[in-house]
């Protein structure tokens, strides 16, 4: 192949590499806006996918003018993934029907991206004798850039630059792309000085996007959260936020709230101090998630704790809730206590490798919207917490709302139960979420009376009792057990985010 063709093949590399870029841009921001990553992962290659071939097909009307059409589908791309982002958030906002935004942007960028192939390979076909040769370096030059796009994603371009600047990064490589082939064919390209100015000024466009993301990032989050945002990070597995009004701070976890000063204290003295008042030894005690400290705060009120495990998979999220003065007013710093030790890595693994009896086993993870989260709601994770626990330990699990979510709950439920421990169920109503639940358990009986033993704000050894009763309408039957090899609680619990949204 000669030298003046292997930049298109080099154009090829990038177009590849950035249209993943955008499918996965589409992808994560509709997971972090609507729930359901599954969904949105599956629909969002799906469309892609189609659109590819729907593009390879249409390429056959092109007959002339194939460099203008080859520049065209560059600046195109460039455009509408450059900008993907910035739509979707705004469509978030202000379109009643986020799904058709979402699949319009996924289609044309697989349209456009589906016919460059066809097209370059006439393009060279036209002048190289090889076409053999031609193909396959084609093809590998866009099979690698899809490999190189989909590993800069999660790893270098999300937790670095966030959705706003990486869409906006990847719009300028395309248009760079198109600025390349101007000034290297120029003289097959008709009107080629209209494009260069067309170029110019979309570059000028991209680079502003990515000065001015967080600026725009910030603007966008004002829209989607009701209060002042006085924290904003992306780190590589979430995107944290904390808003304030008046004396009302909160905490959100890709857009679900984790926490409101006014009334966590309800939840958090609910998820430790039930369990605790069931543990006749309160010394060794093991927190998976709970990277606020919140949960650490309450245990920390026990003398008689020894030891405190925190299991984190977010090292960035340990670190601002350890360090940023908006957060450690609340958990009072006990993330810096002697007490506390912290293991940065996936609860899964870390209960596959402990060898450790705890006392209390605290699981105080999101809510479960993916697939990943799931797993740590399995009867298999259950099995793992069980040979954790002491012979007189207790376990409890945040197990989202029993009258919003009620089979999600009950599957939770369900699925520790089958593990061979007893069960029971509690629930408190907490202003921020609403009725939310939990799920205590036990190698041997959880009856009899319940007595605090620390201050508290909300708990009392009389209210405690009111916490296990369930109305008529927050019960669900014939619910099936969570397994690791079939997730049926991401389903229940979609289908009632679905229903409540």
């Known amino acids: ?28 921001v509709s997971s972090y806006l609507l729930g359901n990553s599954t969904m949105q992962y599956s629909t969002t290659i799906g469309f892609y996918m ?17 460099f203008n059409i080859f520049v065209c589908i560059e600046i195109g ?55 053999k040769m031609t193909l396959s370096s084609i093809f590998s030059f866009d099979y690698i850039g899809g490999l190189v796009g989909s590993v800069a994603f999660p790893l270098i371009l999300l937790p670095k ?20 082939i101007l000034f290297r064919f120029s003289d097959r390209v008709d009107g080629e000085k209209v494009y260069k100015s067309v170029v ?31 924290l904003m990070e992306q780190t ?60 650490v705060r309450e245990v920390l009120k026990y003398p008689t704790v020894k030891s405190i495990d925190l299991v984190d998979l977010d090292k960035e999220m340990i670190r601002i809730c350890s360090t940023k003065k908006n957060i450690t007013d609340i958990n009072q710093n006990s993330l810096l206590s002697e007490k506390l030790h912290t293991h940065v890595e996936d609860a899964y693994e870390y209960l596959e490798n402990n060898t450790l009896v705890y006392d209390l086993i605290i699981v105080d993870l999101p809510d479960p919207n993916s697939e990943s989260l799931n797993k740590l709601y399995s009867n298999v994770f259950y099995r793992l917490c069980k040979s954790a626990l002491s012979d007189k330990g207790v376990m409890v699990v945040q197990s989202t709302s029993p009258y919003y979510a009620k089979d999600a709950f009950w599957c939770i439920n369900k699925t520790i139960e089958s593990e061979g421990l007893n069960v029971r169920p509690y629930h408190l109503e907490v202003p921020a979420f609403g009725d939310w639940g939990f799920n205590m358990a036990s190698r041997g009986p959880l009856d009899g009376d319940f007595k605090i033993e620390v201050e508290t704000k909300y708990l009392t050894d009389e209210n405690i009792t009111s916490l296990f009763a369930f109305g008529k309408d927050e019960m669900s039957e014939n619910i099936e057990i969570n397994r690791l090899t079939k997730p049926v609680l991401m389903q229940y619990y979609n289908t009632a985010v679905e229903n409540w949204n």
């Open 1 to 28: 192949m000669s030298g003046k063709y292997r930049v298109l093949m080099l154009t090829t590399l990038i177009i590849s590499g950035c249209s993943m870029c955008y499918e996965l841009i589409i992808s994560a």
């Open 50 to 66: 189609c659109a590819l071939g729907f593009g390879s097909y249409i390429s056959r009307f092109f007959g002339k003018k194939l």
């Open 77 to 131: 791309i460039g455009i509408v993934g450059g900008l993907s982002s910035l739509i979707l958030f705004l469509a978030n906002i202000y379109v009643e029907s986020y799904a058709v935004v979402m699949y319009l942007i996924t289609i044309m960028i697989g349209t456009l991206a589906g016919a460059e192939i066809p097209i370059l390979t006439r393009i060279i076909e036209a002048d190289e004798q090889n076409l």
């Open 161 to 180: 630059l966030g959705y706003f600047a990486t869409s906006f990064l990847c719009g300028l490589l395309n248009i760079i792309c198109a600025g390349i």
């Open 200 to 230: 110019a000024g979309l570059i000028l466009l991209m680079i502003g996007g990515m000065i001015f993301a967080d600026n725009i990032s910030s603007s966008i989050e004002g829209g989607l959260y009701r209060d002042k945002i006085i």
């Open 236 to 295: 590589p597995y979430q995107k944290i936020v904390m808003t304030r009004h008046k004396d009302d701070t909160r905490l959100y976890i890709d857009g679900n709230c984790q926490f409101s000063t006014s009334d966590e204290y309800r939840y958090h003295e609910a998820l430790v101090h039930v369990p605790m008042s069931k543990v006749e030894k309160k010394e060794n005690v093991l927190i998976l998630g709970g990277g606020d400290g919140l949960a």
